[in-house]
């Protein structure tokens, strides 16, 4: 801002005065407080007891535990006291924790796996995303394309369907040919739906590399593919990876397709999230310590994507 | 990569006239047609094969009378049955208006808040950054998850929205329930959407704001124009554009609503906030009713891609400012 130069007009709207800011400032922190709560009451709902979670009144101030922790990662059996006093004395603090409840830790539960499905369909459709979106959206960029409108329509079209409408011949289709429930039909989808944004997305990063750059590579001798590699990648990489936090929060987020499509085998965490399930319906604590450990990355992510945050939302209509 | 030398264009590298570079360029490697080609046509196959080959395949089903849990009757073709039956379905003409009526005022209610906060921002008020990125969060988290960790925070008795409303006009907490009373719930979708997707009105608000040239306002000062007349004439008219963009995408996403929903109210209670999307899955994953389904699907794909057409028109109108 060249502020010292407007700031002479006492009241000008371009630099507002300190009052009207404070006043902005506190409106919108106050809004910031209020949005930011819940996110803050469910990380804080995983560190408490199955108790404190469904007390009435509803407890600001409780003493922290980690069982929500261990219930999340474990499957336990409720024994008698007599059964638990005759085991050998607990090995771990969990262990210990869980027995405290009368219970002993049966086995592991099915968090881990689902993490790990969550994590090869997020970054495997990612990346076929960004590759086929970066070869794609280079050639729209650059080269004169029959009908190149009409297929960049197309290509956004897809994104625009329902999914629960798009679900249903998808069901039908990886019915026939065996991959329902599989990692590989989830790629695929999430591949094709990410596809849309990526080519949007990484048109706009690289229309905006000067084509000088290409031609001069190409005069001193370069194939179009070697200018490519060397001269369009290195400096669309921020766009490139800017892409791909894009496509890797869909698919990690992604919900309809996950639930309608897959049950066990290749199920992501969405869908699993809602059923961690104790003795007498959700078991608040484990469900509030998942959410936590499924929300942290997108709020790195976030952080990280803050000034191509608006370009991404948009389909790469608003730069700013 | 292989080069294809032919004997009347051999250039000598670093000394080509600009002339002879065009020739030697499509010499070298693969002409700029084959690359073109090859690299638009692995998307394209893979939007045919995961997108247009099923979307084919489901419009001839929805001519049939198919049932998967019924599946072993043979394929029978009922002509435009389906989209007669639904189309003289009154249930289906009740979700379609839940979920206008879910689109109109979520959106509504967005932009009011959207916009409020972006020419609240737009003050630059110190740390505005920070803030802005915390207010950014919800809208970047997993709908799913949202839907399900707000059914505790709406709990009637230990949750601590009902106990913060209690706090501040003493209704007991236990007297209400935002996701169960059929006169509340379709509000609760509403202010659960508006808390996740205002953010989004806001982004693109505060993009508008900044696009406005200083010197406007300027000018405006110098021929004292209002605060108030200011807002009217210049800030509000030069936002319009991008408030459009924001509007259309948030219904068309809205229009299409199915997981915050699925697991906030999942349609409840009875069929308040059944959305379409919501309709859609129980006909054709619970009741199994593929061909009627697949007719459904096929009506919001008309409806959609229309609403879509608009955006993309409204996107290009926007770039070109």
Redesign the interface.
Known sequence: ?TAAA?RS?AH?????SPR???F??G???L??VI??L??L??VA?AFKSQSD??????KVIFEPTLEGYVNLFTVRTRQTPDFIAKLPPPETWYDQLVRKRDMVIAGPSKVVPRFVNSLIIGFGSTFLAVF??T??A???SR???PLADD?L??????R??????????????YRQLNLTDTRLGMI??Y??VN??LA?WLLKGFIDEIPREYEEAA????Y????ALRKVVLPQAVTGIAATAIFCL?FS?????FA??LTSGEAQTM??F??FIIGEGG?D?PA??AA?TL??VP??M???LL?KH??RG???G??R? | MTTISQPDHATMPGVSTPAKSRDARRVRGLSDRTIAWLFVAPTIALLLAINIFPLIWMIRLSFTSLNLSMSYLPLRFVGLDNFRDILNDEDVWFRLQTTAQFVISSVALQVVVGFGLALLINRQFRGHSFWTTIILLPMMLSPAVVGNFWTLLLQPQIGPFNYLISLFTGVPPSSFSMTGQVSLAPWTIVLVDTWMWAPYVMLICLAGLRSIPDYIYEAAEVDRASAWRQFWSITLPMTVPFLMLAVLFRAIENFKMFDMVNLLTSGGPGSTTELVSISLKRAAFEKWRTGYSSALAIILFVTVFGAANIYVKTLNKVKQR
Do not use: C, H
Request: aromatic share 14%; hydrophobic share 60%.
């Open positions: 801002m407007t007009t000008s709207i371009v630099e507002a009207t800011k404070a902005a400032g409106l919108v922190i809004y910031a949005t930011i819940p996110l009451w469910i709902t979670a469904i007390a009435y009144p509803p086929l979106g070869l794609a280079y050639a729209f080269f004169r394309i297929l329509f197309f290509i956004l079209s897809t625009m369907m329902p999914p629960v409408a798009v679900a249903i011949p998808i069901y039908l289709m695929l989808l591949t094709a596809v849309s080519v190409l005069v001193d001798g194939t179009r593919l070697q929060i990690w987020n992604e919900y309809a639930v309608l969405p869908p999230i809602p959700q608040w469900v509030a959410t499924f929300v997108i709020v992510f976030t952080v803050r945050l608006l939302i948009t389909f209509a608003v700013k």
